[in-house]
C-alpha cells in the first residue's frame, strides 16, 4: 500500500551527488510516523535548510485550486499562521486559496509543472506570462526577492502540491543575493522525495479518518435519543485532542484521546428512554439509574488489547468523576482519576454548557468559559483548567466549526 524510497527510485537530477547524503538524511525524517501536516512543516523546513531560504510555503492541490498549508518564515515567525492541524481542517476550516493559472507563482508551476527561480520578483521580465502576486507582501510589509517555485509531482505525473521557497540568505542573514541553479537542482530532489511521502501520508491519513468516521457514526448512535445531530461527540472529541495537545501529551497519545473520547457516552445505549429524554428533574432513582451509564460503557468497551478501546473504556469510566472526589461511580479524587477521564470531564462539561439541551438553553460561549473556571478545584484538575483556557482561540473554533 505505501511506497518505499531508496537510492534508485529518487531519480536524483543531476548536480545534486554532493548532497546525497544530506538528501537520504532529510528522505528518513519525511519517512517519520505522523500526519501530512507534519511531514509537510517538515519538508519545508529541510528544504529551506538545505538551500538557505529565509521563508518558505507550501501549498497542496484540492479540488483543482492550490491550499495553502504550510508556512514558515525567520525573519517574520508572525507571519505564519498556517492552518491548524488536521483536525482543523476536518472542521472545514481552510487556508487560502489560490488559481491554478498564471495569476500566481505557485499557480502557474502548477499548471504547467515546470519549476521556477527567479531573482527578484519585482524585476521579472515583461515577455514572461507569469505573475508575482504582491498582494501579500502589500498586507505584510514583508519583501519578497528571490524565489524557487517548484511543483510536487506524483508518480502519475499529477501535481500534488508546490513548494515555494523564499529570499536566498547568505550566511550572515542578508537577502540580497539569488538562489543558483545547483539550490534549484536540489530543491528538485527534495521535491521528488516529498511527493512520494505526500502521498503515503495521505493513504495513512485517509486510513484514519476513516476509522475515526465509523467510531464517530457508531458512538453518535449512543448519542442520538438526546442529540439528534451527533455534533456533541464531534466537538467533545475535537476538545479533548486540543486540552490533551496542549497538556503536552504528545501528538500519538493525543491522536489516541481524539479517537477514544467520542465513545465516553457509549453506556447510553442502556439507559430508557423515559430517563434519558426526560425533559424535568430526575428523581433519585432515575438519576442513579443515569449514572450507570459510565459503568455500562466501561463493560461495553472492557478486556480490549486496542489502545483506543482501552482508553475509551477509561473514559467512560472516568468523566463524570470530579476533582473534589464528589463525583461518579466510585469516588475518586485529584490524580487518582485518570488523566484522559480528567480531560474529557472538562470538554464534556463544558460542550453541554454550550449546547441547548431538552431542559435548558445554551449558555454563551464566554459565559460557560466563566463557568468552567468556577470549577477549578472542585469539579475540574486545576491544571488542565488552566491548559483549557489558554487553549481558548482553538476551542472558540471548534465551537464555531461545529455548532450548528
Ligand atoms: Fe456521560
Ligand atoms: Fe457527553
Not at 486559496?97 to 502557474?108: C, F, H, K, M, W
Not at 498586507?139 to 529570499?167: A, C, E, H, W
Not at 473514559?315 to 477521564?341: C, F, N, Q, T, V
Request: aromatic share 6%.
Amino acid at each position: 500500500m505505501s511506497d518505499s524510497i531508496n537510492s534508485a527510485s529518487l531519480n536524483l537530477p543531476s548536480g545534486t551527488e554532493l548532497a546525497f547524503g544530506t538528501l537520504l538524511n532529510v528522505c528518513s525524517t519525511l519517512n517519520q510516523p505522523g500526519t501530512a501536516q507534519e511531514l509537510l512543516d517538515n519538508l519545508l523546513l529541510q528544504a529551506r535548510r538545505l538551500v538557505n531560504a529565509q521563508a518558505g510555503t507550501v501549498f497542496l492541490v484540492n479540488h483543482s485550486q492550490l491550499r495553502f498549508v504550510c508556512c514558515q518564515n525567520d525573519a517574520r515567525p508572525d507571519l505564519c499562521v498556517a492552518p491548524k492541524p488536521y483536525e482543523l481542517d476536518r472542521v472545514s476550516l481552510s487556508g487560502t486559496r489560490i488559481s491554478v493559472d498564471e495569476t500566481s507563482l505557485a499557480g502557474y508551476v502548477a499548471r504547467y509543472k515546470e519549476p521556477l527561480r527567479i531573482d527578484d520578483a519585482y524585476n521579472m521580465p515583461s515577455s514572461v506570462c507569469h505573475k508575482f502576486d504582491t498582494s501579500h507582501d502589500k498586507t505584510t510589509g514583508y519583501r519578497t526577492k528571490s524565489l524557487l517555485v517548484i511543483p510536487l509531482i506524483d508518480r502519475l505525473g499529477d501535481t500534488v502540491g508546490v513548494l515555494q521557497l523564499i529570499n536566498k540568505q547568505i550566511p550572515t542573514g542578508e537577502t540580497d543575493t539569488a538562489f543558483t541553479e545547483r539550490d534549484q537542482q536540489i530543491a528538485l530532489a527534495v521535491a521528488s522525495l516529498a511527493a512520494v511521502c505526500i502521498r503515503n501520508a495521505k493513504l495513512r491519513d485517509t486510513l484514519r479518518d476513516s476509522h475515526l468516521d465509523t467510531i464517530m457514526r457508531l458512538s453518535t448512535a449512543a448519542e442520538f435519543r438526546d442529540d439528534d445531530t451527533g455534533q456533541h461527540i464531534r466537538r467533545v472529541s475535537f476538545y479533548c485532542e486540543t486540552i490533551a495537545r496542549n497538556a503536552g501529551c504528545g501528538p500519538e497519545t493525543s491522536q489516541i484521546i481524539l479517537f477514544a473520547s467520542p465513545m465516553h457516552d457509549i453506556g447510553k445505549l442502556g439507559i430508557p428512554d423515559a430517563i434519558l429524554t426526560k425533559p424535568g428533574p430526575l428523581s433519585r432513582e432515575e438519576r442513579l439509574a443515569m449514572q450507570e451509564h459510565t459503568v455500562l460503557g466501561a463493560k461495553i468497551l472492557n478486556g480490549s488489547d486496542n489502545e483506543i478501546i482501552a482508553m475509551a473504556e477509561s473514559i467512560a469510566l472516568a468523566h463524570h468523576e470530579k476533582w473534589d472526589g464528589s463525583g461518579y461511580p466510585a469516588g475518586l479524587r485529584g490524580e487518582d482519576i485518570p488523566l484522559p477521564g480528567r480531560i474529557c470531564a472538562v470538554a464534556d462539561v463544558f460542550d453541554a454548557l454550550t449546547s441547548k439541551r431538552v431542559y435548558k438553553n445554551a449558555f454563551p460561549f464566554s459565559e460557560a468559559i466563566d463557568l468552567i473556571r468556577q470549577g477549578i478545584g472542585t469539579h475540574f484538575d486545576p491544571w488542565l483548567v488552566d491548559v483549557f483556557l489558554s487553549a481558548r482561540g482553538e476551542i472558540e473554533i471548534i465551537h464555531e466549526a461545529l455548532t450548528e
